[in-house]
């Protein structure tokens, strides 16, 4: 090949800025109970996450009930696929099928139609026995014998298909159930079991980015969160989770006779019970949607998603004052909870508390965190800017985890600089924030410390806050009525 250059080349280099790796600004991760017995593989459900882009995979993976005082997780389910109609969700059931059951049962039913209606809810298909009622019994096969399937409301119809089951006129089922009511909140809040190396509840929070390539930024947990050790057990998963992102916490105040059972009483429970975290929105009382009761952290979550997700991602913009989807508050006890703006702003949001108020339709009320009004600091107080600030930094890990281990130089420097001072003027451009810009600043970056191979990088970042009082003067001006009677001459 000649080595003499005469003519003209071009070469390909690699692009100088990093690429973004994008973080969905409100992926909610919800921890609870699910009518696993349903599912398509009840043993195959308990104490993992799963991600679900719409009901019908919901349904098929954790089962699904109305039934939401003890299947917590449909409560979101409903919320997020029925009402706001986003995705994806990540949930954690930790209803178990080996542990939290009722005890066997025997119960002998009539056959009609060549079929027996066993009018029971969370039984466990292949714990069903079906045999004849005389004695000795008949014992008959599954899919042989008999097909047992789920009706809508969760109870069991056997199908018999063989002529010796069929021709009988009653047969007797036993059967074992779920028990829900078995699940107790430290099962919510899970452990790690150093012999085994299995965890359980929450400690799953930690390996959702690994399993499912995704960020969980909003942790709930419905039917549950009103305990304040489960709010604070979240509270802490939030605030590193993988060992690299941040996450904010929708939690509900317990409204139950005793609590926080009206508005008056917000303030005194939330202040002893620990709500007070600037990673948690607390929330109060619970929600209705015609007949259906369900906490307020599922449809606050589920909206916040939406929002997000209309924004392109972004979760910038404050809840306050946005369209829900209810049609009533209710308290835990069923009691219908009234308020006026003046109750909503002087019992809930002047103490962090988010709730609703229906002004031309219910509208989502309150813009502080829990950390109000123990801290007015914007970063803390402001519930867009809280939340875009974990998304910001959760992007900023993203994108330039890629660079650890990377030779410390200027080009490299200059590489996060540029790379994620182009994020941050699309932030702005987009009206997301109100400005940012980063820096590598050498006073910062001592030699010792560059030696030690640590740098440090610095960023600051506007953002808007919400206009959550506006007010404006009216006065009478005679010289306007003047100047009218006057047909408007000098």
């Given at each position: 090949m000649s080595n003499y250059d005469h003519g003209i080349s071009t070469k390909l280099l690699a692009t100088n800025i990093a690429v973004p790796i994008k973080s969905d600004g409100c992926i909610q991760c919800i921890v609870g109970t699910a009518p696993i017995n349903l599912a398509k593989d009840p043993y195959d459900t308990v104490n993992k996450p799963f991600m679900f882009a719409n009901k019908s995979a919901a349904t098929a993976g954790l089962g699904y009930s109305t039934d939401f005082k003890n299947y917590t997780?449909?409560?979101?389910?409903?919320?997020?696929?029925?009402?706001?109609?986003?995705?994806?969700?990540?949930?954690?059931?930790?209803?178990?099928?080996?542990?939290?059951?009722?005890?066997?049962?025997?119960?002998t039913y009539e056959v009609t139609n060549k079929r027996v209606r066993i009018d029971e809810a969370g039984i466990l298909l292949d714990k069903l026995k079906i045999e004849s009622a005389g004695e000795p019994g008949t014992v008959y096969e599954a899919e042989e014998d008999y097909v047992a399937s789920f009706n809508s409301d969760g109870t069991v119809t056997v199908a018999l298909i063989s002529t010796a089951a069929a021709a009988e006129t009653s047969l007797k089922a036993t059967y074992v159930q779920i028990d829900p009511s078995a699940v107790t909140y430290e099962d919510v809040i899970g452990s790690y079991d150093v012999a085994t190396k299995k965890r359980t509840g929450m400690e799953l929070i930690g390996r959702i980015y690994q399993k499912l390539g995704i960020v969980p930024t909003l942790l709930l947990a419905p039917g549950w969160s009103h305990i304040p050790a489960v709010n604070l057990a979240l509270n802490a998963k939030a605030k590193l989770i993988s060992s690299l992102f941040t996450a904010k916490v929708i939690s509900d105040l317990d409204s139950s006779e005793g609590k926080a059972d009206s508005a008056e009483n917000v303030r005194e429970y939330k202040d002893k019970s620990a709500y007070s975290d600037r990673d948690t929105i607390a929330v109060w009382p619970m929600v209705g949607v015609g007949e259906y009761r369900y906490y307020f952290s599922a449809q606050l979550a589920a909206m916040m998603e939406y929002m997000a997700g209309s924004?392109?991602?972004?979760?910038?913009?404050?809840?306050?004052?946005?369209?829900?989807?209810?049609?009533?508050?209710?308290?835990?006890?069923?009691?219908?909870?009234?308020?006026?703006?003046?109750?909503?702003?002087?019992?809930?949001?002047?103490?962090?508390?988010?709730?609703?108020?229906?002004?031309?339709?219910?509208?989502?009320?309150?813009?502080?965190?829990?950390?109000?009004?123990?801290?007015?600091?914007?970063?803390?107080?402001?519930?867009?800017?809280?939340?875009?600030?974990?998304?910001?930094?959760?992007?900023?890990k993203l994108t330039f985890f890629q660079n650890v281990g990377d030779l410390t130089s200027y080009r490299m420097t200059d590489e996060v600089v540029s790379g994620y001072n182009m994020q941050l003027n699309g932030l702005q451009g987009s009206g997301d924030i109100a400005g940012g810009e980063i820096i590598f600043d050498h006073e910062e970056n001592p030699i010792t410390e560059i030696l030690n191979g640590h740098i440090k990088f610095h960023t600051r970042i506007g953002g808007f806050i919400p206009a959550e009082n506006i007010e404006n003067d009216f006065e009478f001006d005679p010289t306007i009525t003047e100047a009218a009677l006057r047909g408007g001459a000098e």
């Amino acid at each position: 090949m000649s080595n003499y250059d005469h003519g003209i080349s071009t070469k390909l280099l690699a692009t100088n800025i990093a690429v973004p790796i994008k973080s969905d600004g409100c992926i909610q991760c919800i921890v609870g109970t699910a009518p696993i017995n349903l599912a398509k593989d009840p043993y195959d459900t308990v104490n993992k996450p799963f991600m679900f882009a719409n009901k019908s995979a919901a349904t098929a993976g954790l089962g699904y009930s109305t039934d939401f005082k003890n299947y917590t997780l449909c409560q979101s389910m409903y919320a997020s696929f029925d009402v706001f109609a986003v995705s994806p969700i990540v949930m954690i059931n930790v209803l178990d099928p080996k542990k939290h059951v009722k005890a066997e049962l025997s119960k002998t039913y009539e056959v009609t139609n060549k079929r027996v209606r066993i009018d029971e809810a969370g039984i466990l298909l292949d714990k069903l026995k079906i045999e004849s009622a005389g004695e000795p019994g008949t014992v008959y096969e599954a899919e042989e014998d008999y097909v047992a399937s789920f009706n809508s409301d969760g109870t069991v119809t056997v199908a018999l298909i063989s002529t010796a089951a069929a021709a009988e006129t009653s047969l007797k089922a036993t059967y074992v159930q779920i028990d829900p009511s078995a699940v107790t909140y430290e099962d919510v809040i899970g452990s790690y079991d150093v012999a085994t190396k299995k965890r359980t509840g929450m400690e799953l929070i930690g390996r959702i980015y690994q399993k499912l390539g995704i960020v969980p930024t909003l942790l709930l947990a419905p039917g549950w969160s009103h305990i304040p050790a489960v709010n604070l057990a979240l509270n802490a998963k939030a605030k590193l989770i993988s060992s690299l992102f941040t996450a904010k916490v929708i939690s509900d105040l317990d409204s139950s006779e005793g609590k926080a059972d009206s508005a008056e009483n917000v303030r005194e429970y939330k202040d002893k019970s620990a709500y007070s975290d600037r990673d948690t929105i607390a929330v109060w009382p619970m929600v209705g949607v015609g007949e259906y009761r369900y906490y307020f952290s599922a449809q606050l979550a589920a909206m916040m998603e939406y929002m997000a997700g209309s924004n392109g991602g972004v979760p910038s913009k404050s809840p306050d004052n946005k369209d829900l989807k209810i049609t009533g508050l209710y308290t835990a006890d069923g009691e219908e909870a009234i308020m006026d703006m003046d109750e909503a702003n002087d019992y809930l949001n002047a103490c962090g508390v988010v709730t609703a108020i229906n002004m031309n339709g219910w509208k989502c009320w309150g813009s502080n965190t829990a950390a109000y009004p123990g801290s007015s600091d914007p970063v803390d107080r402001w519930i867009n800017i809280a939340t875009i600030f974990d998304y910001i930094q959760n992007n900023f890990k993203l994108t330039f985890f890629q660079n650890v281990g990377d030779l410390t130089s200027y080009r490299m420097t200059d590489e996060v600089v540029s790379g994620y001072n182009m994020q941050l003027n699309g932030l702005q451009g987009s009206g997301d924030i109100a400005g940012g810009e980063i820096i590598f600043d050498h006073e910062e970056n001592p030699i010792t410390e560059i030696l030690n191979g640590h740098i440090k990088f610095h960023t600051r970042i506007g953002g808007f806050i919400p206009a959550e009082n506006i007010e404006n003067d009216f006065e009478f001006d005679p010289t306007i009525t003047e100047a009218a009677l006057r047909g408007g001459a000098e």
